[in-house]
């Protein structure tokens, strides 16, 4: 504004003022266009970016492809138990412990497919938790039967030293001998994780409905910590009871190769476990991100990393199932049905096998007689004799030869007391 009041224009004549607005309108249209195509293709790159490898293609026909083979060859083994269904009292504990490879795989592969809920997983990884404390009593149990039962083990070991070995935990025990207290602990440790897992299973349930619940979340006000500590200090003395029960008996065992059967359980389920935990710690130092968007839904970072943990598991249960099946083969019911020209059970039987293998009863029954006050003096006597010097065409030890002409079998079984203190 000049001195007169009159207002001056700078830079631009008003002849020239259309054509500099018309310019700048193009300009401006062009930015906008750029930058809308710029957006395109930063929404572009961040959806391929947080695409993980768990969605695609490949990884679902990887697992999807394992799973189904690892179920066909599992399903066959046992139908073929079930078929030659010979000795119940041992193959009833055989079939639990196949029935691990069906649960695993398929129950990680449907948590797979599931991934974009925060939720569902959890779900479905309880029912596979709960399963495998039911796999580590009946291993332990089959052991057992193997030998003939309670009594028939106390025959032998009674009265002996306790071997030492540092190793096995033992060095602290020298100058004690083997009692009844002995088989008492070693049951009591596997049937203590048959509890204490369905009720942390129960408890995540719940903790993750109420927000308090986060895999890999080592922080004091969430859950996953204190339940971590608990199971890590409940397997680990399940564990430790299998390894002492095999540490005094593995001589007796021999004809059974227990090694095979041991490693072959104790890989599925305590290796799956530490898997587990390496993929917590990885999520924990940054490696997996904290946030991710899978199916337009955000999923945390312990999510991804349960979702790892399945694939993982959808792939070894194969590697499992063909393990398992030279670790209990079904061969040795089938030929003897042949030796004592026993008939292929019918499909009916087959069902009544299966029947009697789920049902839990003996289990309860179990429990009761270790964890009652009133037989903690008794020890269980089957009420029938077999004789069988020789186990799947092997000779046999002289220890375990001695051992097995005394062998007991049958479906009932007696309380004898026994004088040794607790």
């Known amino acids: 504004m000049n001195s007169s009041g009159n207002p001056v224009t700078t830079g631009v004549t008003t002849a020239e003022s259309p054509t500099f607005v018309a310019l700048n309108a193009v300009n401006v249209n062009k930015s906008g266009a750029a930058s809308v195509w710029q957006k395109i293709a930063a929404d ?4 391929h970016e947080q695409r993980i490898f768990l969605q695609t293609p490949n990884a679902q026909v990887i697992s999807g492809v394992c799973v189904w083979a690892a179920l066909i060859v599992t399903f066959h083994q046992i139908y073929m138990h ?4 010979s000795r119940p009292n041992e193959q009833r504990y055989i079939l639990r412990i196949l029935f691990i490879v069906p649960i695993y795989s398929f129950d990680s592969w449907l948590s797979l497919l599931f991934i974009s809920n925060d939720q569902y997983y959890v779900y479905f990884d309880s029912v596979r938790d709960c399963y495998e404390a039911f796999v580590i009593y009946n291993f332990l149990s089959l052991c057992y039967e193997y030998l003939g039962g309670e009594s028939a083990i106390m025959s032998e070991i009674r009265g002996k030293p306790v071997k030492t070995s540092c190793l096995y935990g033992t ?3 020298m100058g004690m001998t083997y ?5 008492r602990f070693c049951k009591q440790a596997t049937l203590q994780f048959c509890v204490i897992k369905p009720l942390m299973a129960a408890i995540t349930i719940i903790l993750q409905i109420y927000g308090k ?11 996953y910590l204190y339940i971590t500590i608990i199971y890590n200090i409940s397997v680990s003395l399940a564990l430790y009871a299998m390894f002492l029960f095999y540490f005094t008996t593995s001589e ?4 059974y190769d227990p090694v095979l059967k041991f490693l072959t359980v104790k890989s599925v389920i305590f290796l799956s476990f530490w898997q587990g935990m390496l993929l917590a710690i990885l999520e924990r130092c940054g490696i997996i991100p904290e946030v991710q968007i899978i199916d337009d839904h955000e999923v945390r970072a312990g999510t991804v990393a349960a979702g790892y943990q399945n694939f993982f598991i959808c792939i070894e249960m194969l590697f499992a199932a063909i393990a398992l099946r030279f670790a209990y083969p079904s061969q040795v019911y089938v030929e003897r049905n042949e030796l004592t020209q026993g008939n292929v059970a019918p499909m009916q039987s087959i069902s009544s096998g299966l029947k009697e293998t789920m049902n839990p009863n003996d289990i309860v029954q179990d429990a009761i007689h270790n964890f009652s006050p009133a037989y903690q003096q008794y020890t269980q006597q089957s009420t029938k004799d077999e004789v069988t010097p020789r186990h ?3 000779v046999l030890t002289q220890a375990a030869s001695n051992f097995m002409a005394r062998r007991k079998k049958g479906e009932k079984t ?3 007391n026994s004088e040794d203190e607790l």
Not at 44 to 47: G, R
Not at 179 to 183: D, P, R, V, Y
Request: charged share 20%; glycine share 10%.
């Open 82 to 85: 079930l078929r030659h269904y």
């Open 213 to 223: 619940y986060h895999d890999g979340d080592f922080d004091v006000r969430s859950g």
């Open 179 to 183: 009692s009844i207290g002995f088989l």
């Open 392 to 394: 799947n065409g092997k």
């Open 252 to 255: 007796l065992l021999s004809p």
């Open 414 to 416: 007696i309380l004898i």
């Open 44 to 47: 572009n790159f961040s959806e």
């Open 171 to 173: 060095c602290c025990l």
